[in-house]
């Protein structure tokens, strides 16, 4: 080990000592063992410093200094006191970073661990003592007895430190990965995965365009098939060799499910949000940009919007070098969902190398947002058919396990009839497992049909065959698939049990009459399965859905009834009685000991509204009974996790629950018997100052609106997110409720709420139709509000290219100023919007204003890497050099985010490239403090001075230093920078590497010259 080596061990350990002193000194505790900690650690403080000097004075090739290289071996003096400073940071803080403002930091030790502390001090501090002495001899002998005592007599304690540190660190990481998004995919993944059969799907990991896909920055694949040809198991086959092949630190992989049955909860915030969790799960390094959304939302019970998830999410995709997305069933996706999904997506693809996958259906939508990419059609092959037909003989009658010609003749009959569709082997070999003769088998064999009947004619079969069951399996499987098809959502099988287990009359569920999940499934004929990791119990397919659907009303009489029922009954249990939980934890207790009561209260709603004739009086009962606060709460519950997030909302009444739903007829009843005025009862609020007519015109329940009109509801009563019924009605897109609240009387420009007014929130989401009925009822046009301080902001900000020409023609001020990015232009360059810049541009937007977050619209577009954006602005005469916000200037924004493309366009256009200003000084600083090395080079070659000085890191080597970019401060060494350059947050660039312990950029630094001496005070650093 060289002097060098050494000096750097010895320098990160002063900053470590330096943090744990400051740590000891502000610790809640009077204790001996403290001060003794305190004390010790802050003598051997100034001995290391005292050293560190001897080391950089002396000659490096006399004796003394080999014998001082055996301080910091692996597991000796210097690494043994590394370890202790760690225990001692780790217990005090959580996982080393300092507690939230105003809390105390906690002494938390036992006296074992203090003394084995302040052992490992008094040795080192001995040792140090010895080596400032200069006695080589002395030393090394010490050095050498010392070690052969630790070996001996001391464990080492790095795997407690480490073992502290993993626990805190990990703990706190799920609790924010939850907090960001409760999907679970990789267990559908697991599920899917685990029912291939072995060897089937070769040839789609054999096919070019997968080559193509895996290998090709930024290559798109569509995957197309008929309903039933396997594109789940194909996604579910991509994913798993890129799980096992491709990901790492460096690429990244992410995926998600779209499911016909969960299209309220797949919105396109959720989307994004469950592709971040997953790139950020098990990353402990990339926690902080979940942690900053965190700490901003948690403490307030609100939640990231869609930006902010976006935002983060582009920040964790810089720090890899290419990400897979695969996307399954985008067909089932809403078609706006879709639409905004896909458009995040491409931005994204814009300025980092994301390759995306996706399955559908041969719909035109889906293929015409494909444009011209590859595509890849998938279809059940002859030899995956056969492989899977043979992998299920195991479960076939004996007649077919005993008989091998009997085995071939099943296994090419059924490959005969699939037809491209894996979806009808599996349900043509389910029409064997009752068939016990070989003539049966034969017979079935030979109806099997081909084409698009063949589907329907499985299914056929499937309910003949539970038909023919006993009479209670019967009736069992037609709860069961009733339940299943009707559901709102996906059912867990410990809601389904729970359910099923429910009898009428009583006020409790008997655990001798709960059915186990294999007893629902084996009753159903091949039509149901489990998805064992989720625990999800569902159709095996969504083409069953669709046919279960059409023929409900010839096998499924009366199941909408039995379903409410079901609702009602259980929701009315005595345990339900007692109101409303006080507290996170019981409510939490109770949706544990409740398996039920999150799917009832939700959807019970819907449930009714289909069948409210007949349950009106027991839906009243309910509402009106003492059950009903616990069902508010289950109810209204926000589904991200903060502080008192279940008792947030308190106040409710029957009629915002009845309102919600649309349940006129209840609503009547309710409204004969309360004990109030109607038209206090209609008017009534609740926690958030929401009427029942808000509910009403938030879930589009236009003939709820009018009832509640007609009794008597103010239709401009204030309150709530949204401030008033209209603009709830309008940020939703609900036109009928938008026109019954204007025919109403409803104030077209009244303020207050998210948006400020309805045309800013119509705007916001791009209803036109609604923004055309608001401009003709008289909204102003250039009203101010609170999101995003007008309506062509907003819609520019969204991309809505036709909401903002119908604004502009109705006389929307161009260059108006509004809320973050301070006007349209900058909004829709920031986002990347081409099409709407260039409506901007040709109304007359000043393609130089200033204000906003950026400043200017090219500073906002280069930041964002929209080269397009970007060359359009600099046609319209952008001024290439202008000083803006945060960046100072485009340049420095488009190097900042590695956008080497824009970057060469600006430089091209005349930009400065040694511009001083902004956070970072100059372009160079900002593409060195981002690690983006091409940038780096391009900016070099353009004539960057590479030691100019300014910014928050002085000079772009520590700002390189500091971010632990090794390329680029070797880049920078080799152009030239001056290694001990003075300046910036850390003084000089090896006390910012120092100070985040980059030990290799250290020892790069100090190679090159690095004076040892020059540091700033350790002790006062930031933290």
């Given at each position: 080990?060289?002097?060098?080596?050494?000096?750097?061990s010895?320098?990160?350990?002063?900053?470590?000592?330096?943090?744990?002193?400051?740590?000891?000194?502000?610790?809640?505790?009077?204790?001996?063992?403290?001060?003794?900690?305190?004390?010790?650690?802050?003598?051997?403080?100034?001995?290391?410093?005292?050293?560190?000097?001897?080391?950089?004075?002396?000659?490096?090739?006399?004796?003394?200094?080999?014998?001082?290289?055996?301080l910091?071996?692996?597991?000796?003096?210097?690494?043994?006191?590394?370890?202790?400073?760690?225990?001692?940071?780790?217990?005090?803080?959580?996982?080393?970073?300092?507690?939230?403002?105003?809390?105390?930091?906690?002494?938390?030790?036992?006296?074992?661990?203090?003394?084995?502390?302040?052992?490992?001090?008094?040795?080192?501090?001995?040792?140090?003592?010895?080596?400032?002495?200069?006695?080589?001899?002395?030393?090394?002998?010490?050095?050498?007895?010392?070690?052969?005592?630790?070996?001996?007599?001391?464990?080492?304690?790095?795997?407690?430190?480490?073992?502290?540190?993993?626990?805190?660190?990990?703990?706190?990481?799920?609790?924010?990965?939850?907090?960001?998004?409760?999907?679970?995919?990789?267990?559908?993944?697991?599920?899917?995965?685990?029912?291939?059969?072995?060897?089937?799907?070769?040839?789609?990991?054999?096919?070019?365009?997968?080559?193509y896909?895996?290998?090709?920055?930024?290559?798109?694949?569509?995957?197309?098939?008929?309903?039933?040809?396997?594109?789940?198991?194909?996604?579910?086959?991509?994913?798993?060799?890129?799980?096992?092949?491709?990901?790492?630190?460096?690429?990244?992989?992410?995926?998600?499910?779209?499911?016909?049955?969960?299209?309220?909860?797949?919105?396109?915030?959720?989307?994004?949000?469950?592709?971040?969790?997953?790139?950020?799960q098990?990353?402990?390094?990339?926690?902080?940009?979940?942690?900053?959304?965190?700490?901003?939302?948690?403490?307030?019970?609100?939640?990231?919007?869609?930006?902010?998830?976006?935002?983060?999410?582009?920040?964790?995709?810089?720090?890899?070098?290419?990400?897979?997305?695969?996307?399954?069933?985008?067909?089932?996706?809403?078609?706006?969902?879709?639409?905004?999904?896909?458009?995040?997506?491409?931005?994204?693809?814009?300025?980092?190398?994301?390759?995306?996958?996706?399955?559908?259906?041969?719909?035109?939508?889906?293929?015409?947002?494909?444009?011209?990419?590859?595509?890849?059609?998938?279809?059940?092959?002859?030899?995956?058919?056969?492989?899977?037909?043979?992998?299920?003989?195991?479960?076939?009658?004996?007649?077919?396990?005993?008989?091998?010609?009997?085995?071939?003749?099943?296994?090419?009959?059924?490959?005969?009839?699939v037809?491209g569709?894996?979806?009808?082997?599996?349900?043509?070999?389910?029409?064997?497992?009752?068939?016990?003769?070989?003539?049966?088998?034969?017979?079935?064999?030979?109806?099997?049909t081909?084409?698009?009947?063949a589907?329907?004619?499985?299914?056929?079969?499937?309910?003949?065959?539970?038909?023919?069951?006993?009479?209670?399996?019967?009736?069992?499987?037609?709860?069961?698939?009733?339940?299943?098809?009707?559901?709102?959502?996906?059912?867990?099988?410990?809601?389904?049990c729970?359910?099923?287990?429910?009898?009428?009359?009583?006020?409790?569920?008997?655990?001798?009459?709960?059915?186990?999940?294999?007893?629902?499934?084996?009753?159903?004929?091949?039509?149901?399965?489990?998805?064992?990791?989720s625990?999800?119990?569902?159709?095996?397919?969504?083409?069953?859905?669709?046919?279960?659907?059409?023929?409900?009303?010839?096998?499924?009489?009366?199941?909408?009834?039995?379903?409410?029922?079901?609702?009602?009954?259980?929701?009315?249990?005595?345990?339900?009685?007692?109101?409303?939980?006080?507290?996170?934890?019981?409510?939490?207790?109770?949706?544990?000991?409740?398996?039920?009561?999150?799917?009832?209260?939700?959807?019970?709603?819907?449930?009714?509204?289909?069948?409210?004739?007949?349950?009106?009086?027991?839906?009243?009962?309910?509402?009106?009974?003492?059950?009903?606060?616990?069902?508010?709460?289950?109810?209204?519950?926000?589904?991200?996790?903060?502080?008192?997030?279940?008792?947030?909302?308190?106040?409710?009444?029957?009629?915002?629950?009845?309102?919600?739903?649309g349940?006129?007829?209840?609503?009547?009843?309710?409204?004969?018997?309360?004990?109030?005025?109607?038209?206090?009862?209609?008017?009534?609020?609740?926690?958030?100052?929401?009427?029942?007519?808000?509910?009403?015109?938030?879930?589009?329940?236009?003939?709820?609106?009018?009832?509640?009109?007609?009794?008597?509801?103010?239709?401009?009563?204030?309150?709530?997110?949204?401030?008033?019924?209209?603009?709830?009605?309008?940020?939703?897109?609900?036109?009928?409720?938008?026109?019954?609240?204007?025919?109403?009387?409803a104030?077209?420009?009244?303020?207050?709420?998210?948006?400020?007014?309805?045309?800013?929130?119509?705007?916001?989401?791009?209803?036109?139709?609604?923004?055309?009925?608001?401009?003709?009822?008289?909204?102003?046009?250039?009203?101010?509000?609170?999101?995003?301080?007008?309506?062509?902001?907003?819609?520019?900000?969204?991309?809505h290219?036709q909401?903002?020409?119908?604004?502009?023609?109705?006389?929307?001020?161009?260059?108006?100023?509004?809320?973050?990015?301070?006007?349209?232009?900058q909004?829709?360059?920031a986002?990347?919007?081409?099409?709407?810049?260039?409506?901007?541009?040709?109304?007359?937007?000043?393609?130089?204003?200033?204000g906003?977050?950026?400043?200017?619209?090219?500073?906002?577009?280069?930041?964002?890497?929209?080269?397009?954006?970007?060359?359009?602005?600099?046609d319209?005469?952008?001024?290439?050099?202008?000083?803006?916000?945060?960046?100072?200037?485009?340049?420095?924004?488009?190097?900042?985010?590695?956008?080497?493309?824009?970057?060469?366009t600006?430089?091209?256009?005349?930009?400065?490239?040694?511009?001083?200003?902004?956070?970072?000084?100059?372009?160079?600083?900002?593409?060195?403090?981002?690690?983006?090395?091409?940038?780096?080079?391009?900016?070099?070659?353009?004539?960057?001075?590479?030691?100019?000085?300014?910014g928050?890191y002085?000079?772009?080597?520590?700002?390189?230093?500091?971010?632990?970019?090794?390329?680029?401060?070797?880049?920078?060494?080799?152009?030239?920078a001056?290694?001990?350059?003075?300046?910036?947050?850390?003084?000089?660039?090896?006390?910012?590497?120092?100070?985040?312990?980059?030990?290799?950029?250290?020892?790069?630094?100090?190679n090159s010259?690095?004076?040892?001496?020059q540091?700033?005070?350790?002790?006062?650093?930031?933290?």
């Amino acid at each position: 080990m060289d002097p060098l080596s050494v000096t750097a061990s010895i320098i990160a350990i002063l900053q470590l000592s330096a943090k744990v002193l400051s740590y000891l000194n502000d610790v809640k505790d009077a204790s001996k063992d403290r001060v003794a900690c305190a004390v010790e650690a802050s003598n051997l403080h100034n001995l290391l410093f005292n050293l560190r000097f001897r080391l950089e004075e002396g000659d490096p090739s006399r004796p003394w200094y080999i014998a001082v290289q055996a301080l910091a071996v692996k597991h000796g003096p210097l690494d043994q006191f590394k370890q202790a400073l760690e225990m001692l940071q780790a217990k005090m803080t959580d996982g080393g970073r300092l507690k939230k403002a105003g809390e105390a930091l906690m002494w938390k030790f036992k006296k074992e661990e203090i003394a084995e502390v302040l052992a490992r001090m008094e040795r080192l501090k001995t040792l140090v003592e010895i080596a400032l002495q200069m006695d080589h001899f002395k030393l090394s002998k010490a050095i050498k007895d010392d070690t052969s005592f630790v070996r001996a007599h001391v464990p080492i304690i790095q795997s407690g430190v480490d073992t502290i540190r993993q626990s805190q660190d990990s703990a706190k990481h799920r609790r924010l990965i939850e907090w960001l998004s409760t999907s679970d995919y990789p267990a559908q993944q697991s599920d899917i995965i685990k029912r291939r059969q072995e060897g089937t799907g070769q040839w789609f990991l054999d096919a070019p365009e997968l080559a193509y896909w895996l290998n090709e920055s930024n290559a798109t694949l569509l995957c197309l098939g008929i309903p039933g040809a396997g594109k789940t198991m194909i996604a579910a086959i991509a994913i798993d060799h890129l799980l096992n092949t491709v990901q790492n630190s460096s690429h990244g992989v992410a995926y998600v499910y779209c499911n016909y049955k969960a299209r309220e909860e797949q919105d396109v915030l959720s989307l994004l949000a469950a592709i971040l969790k997953q790139l950020v799960q098990g990353r402990l390094s990339m926690v902080d940009h979940i942690e900053r959304l965190y700490q901003k939302h948690a403490n307030r019970g609100t939640k990231p919007s869609l930006d902010e998830v976006y935002s983060a999410l582009r920040d964790v995709l810089a720090h890899y070098s290419s990400v897979h997305i695969v996307i399954d069933a985008l067909d089932e996706c809403q078609d706006a969902t879709r639409r905004q999904f896909l458009a995040k997506l491409r931005n994204l693809q814009a300025t980092q190398d994301i390759r995306l996958m996706a399955t559908s259906r041969f719909i035109p939508n889906v293929e015409d947002a494909f444009g011209e990419a590859p595509r890849l059609e998938v279809q059940a092959s002859r030899e995956d058919v056969k492989r899977f037909v043979a992998g299920q003989t195991y479960q076939l009658p004996a007649c077919i396990q005993r008989s091998i010609a009997l085995q071939e003749i099943v296994q090419k009959k059924i490959t005969d009839a699939v037809d491209g569709m894996f979806l009808l082997a599996r349900l043509h070999t389910d029409s064997l497992l009752d068939k016990r003769t070989a003539k049966d088998v034969k017979t079935t064999l030979d109806k099997l049909t081909k084409g698009a009947a063949a589907l329907d004619f499985a299914y056929r079969e499937a309910l003949q065959r539970i038909d023919g069951q006993l009479g209670g399996d019967r009736e069992l499987a037609g709860k069961v698939l009733s339940w299943i098809t009707l559901a709102e959502r996906p059912l867990t099988t410990a809601e389904i049990c729970c359910a099923l287990a429910v009898e009428p009359g009583e006020d409790e569920i008997d655990p001798e009459n709960v059915l186990t999940p294999g007893d629902l499934v084996s009753v159903c004929a091949g039509l149901v399965i489990i998805d064992e990791e989720s625990a999800v119990i569902r159709l095996v397919h969504y083409t069953t859905q669709e046919y279960l659907e059409r023929t409900g009303d010839v096998w499924n009489q009366g199941g909408q009834l039995n379903i409410t029922t079901t609702c009602l009954t259980y929701l009315c249990f005595d345990t339900f009685q007692s109101g409303s939980c006080s507290t996170d934890k019981e409510f939490e207790a109770r949706l544990q000991q409740n398996q039920f009561l999150d799917y009832a209260a939700k959807h019970l709603g819907s449930h009714a509204g289909r069948v409210e004739t007949e349950v009106t009086d027991r839906t009243c009962e309910l509402l009106q009974g003492k059950s009903f606060p616990c069902v508010a709460q289950a109810l209204w519950v926000p589904n991200y996790k903060y502080r008192g997030y279940s008792t947030a909302y308190r106040v409710s009444t029957a009629l915002h629950y009845t309102s919600q739903f649309g349940l006129s007829g209840i609503t009547k009843k309710i409204l004969a018997t309360v004990d109030v005025p109607i038209v206090e009862a209609v008017n009534a609020k609740d926690s958030r100052g929401n009427t029942p007519l808000t509910f009403a015109a938030k879930t589009g329940q236009y003939e709820m609106a009018n009832l509640l009109l007609d009794k008597g509801a103010e239709v401009n009563a204030q309150g709530g997110r949204y401030g008033n019924a209209l603009q709830a009605a309008s940020e939703r897109g609900y036109e009928q409720v938008v026109k019954t609240l204007l025919d109403a009387g409803a104030e077209v420009n009244a303020q207050g709420g998210r948006y400020g007014n309805a045309l800013q929130a119509a705007s916001e989401r791009g209803y036109e139709q609604v923004v055309k009925m608001l401009l003709d009822k008289g909204a102003e046009v250039n009203a101010q509000g609170r999101r995003y301080g007008n309506a062509l902001y907003a819609a520019s900000c969204r991309g809505h290219e036709q909401v903002v020409k119908m604004l502009l023609d109705k006389g929307a001020e161009v260059n108006a100023q509004g809320r973050g990015y301070g006007n349209a232009l900058q909004a829709a360059s920031a986002q990347g919007h081409e099409q709407v810049v260039k409506t901007l541009l040709d109304k007359g937007a000043e393609v130089n204003a200033q204000g906003g977050g950026y400043g200017n619209a090219l500073e906002a577009a280069s930041d964002g890497g929209h080269e397009q954006v970007v060359k359009m602005l600099l046609d319209k005469g952008a001024e290439v050099n202008a000083q803006g916000r945060g960046y100072g200037n485009a340049l420095q924004a488009a190097s900042y985010g590695g956008h080497e493309q824009v970057v060469k366009t600006l430089l091209d256009a005349g930009a400065e490239v040694n511009v001083q200003g902004g956070e970072y000084g100059n372009a160079l600083q900002a593409a060195s403090y981002g690690g983006h090395e091409q940038v780096v080079k391009t900016l070099l070659d353009a004539g960057a001075e590479v030691n100019a000085q300014g910014g928050e890191y002085g000079n772009a080597l520590q700002a390189a230093s500091y971010g632990g970019h090794e390329q680029v401060v070797k880049t920078l060494l080799d152009a030239g920078a001056d290694v001990n350059a003075q300046g910036g947050e850390y003084g000089n660039a090896l006390q910012a590497a120092s100070y985040r312990g980059h030990e290799q950029i250290v020892k790069m630094l100090l190679n090159s010259g690095a004076h040892q001496h020059q540091e700033n005070n350790l002790a006062s650093m930031p933290e």
